[in-house]
């Protein structure tokens, strides 16, 4: 059974950084790809950011230069830092795992951007 555990969030006031982190309970490097994604109040889950065995990455365009994906497949280790934070980034981030469309999700993590 795969499970997917985030950890990470918080509180930050906008400008500031978070790294989440996201480890799973198999071998990630049967996955195509693993990435974020979020959800904010009221809204419909989205697409942050993915990363390809190969180690492609690609971004929505709204984090695009502020938030770096990264994945370890020695440790079954994925990442997302998320620099410059703004109010409009609050939301529950999931971790996600599998091919173009996930598979596998994780329970998700609280960011919110408040001063």
């Known amino acids: 059974q795969v499970q997917l555990v985030e950890s990470g969030g918080g509180l930050v006031q906008p400008g500031g950084s978070l790294l989440l982190s996201c480890v799973a309970s198999?071998?990630?490097?049967?996955?195509?790809?693993m990435g974020w994604a979020r959800q904010a109040p009221g809204k419909q889950r989205e697409p942050v950011a993915g990363?390809?065995?190969?180690?492609?990455?690609d971004y929505r365009d709204s984090v695009k230069g502020r938030f770096t994906i990264s994945r370890d497949n020695a440790k079954n280790t994925v990442t997302l830092q998320m620099n410059n934070l703004k109010p409009e980034d609050t939301a529950v981030y999931y971790c996600?795992?599998?091919?173009?469309?996930?598979?596998?999700w994780g329970q998700g993590t609280q960011v919110t951007v408040s001063s």
């Open positions: 990363i390809l065995s190969d180690g492609t990455r």
């Open positions: 198999v071998s990630i490097s049967s996955f195509q790809t």
């Open positions: 996600t795992a599998g091919g173009p469309v996930p598979n596998y």
